[in-house]
């Protein structure tokens, strides 16, 4: 859904709808991104606000570093656990 319905559009209104348009796309990937490499975010989080932000951020700078100390192959999997 965007802010502004078709009818209320004016160019300021359309760049708008548009930024937070791809905003929304951009944070949904990045859950994606990080659903599939922390099973945290696979299920409902019950913390504080405050906690939930952290986790967030410490989940992002830690699949950063990975992403620069691993291989782009290398992909850890539960089902390769189970193996």
């Known amino acids: 859904n965007k802010p502004y319905s078709a009818r209320e559009l004016n160019h300021d209104r359309k760049i708008f709808n548009y930024r937070i348009s791809r905003a929304r796309s ?14 945290i975010f ?15 951020a410490e989940c992002c700078a830690l699949h950063n570093d990975l992403r620069k100390t691993t291989s782009q192959q290398y992909s850890l999997s539960f089902n390769s656990l189970e193996n």
Do not use: C, P, Q, W
Not at 30 to 39: C, D, E, H, K, Y
Not at 43 to 53: A, M, V
């Open 26 to 39: 951009i944070v949904e990937n990045v859950f994606g991104i990080l659903a599939a490499r922390f099973i």
């Open 42 to 56: 696979n299920t409902e989080i019950n913390f504080s606000l405050k906690k939930i932000d952290y986790v967030i």
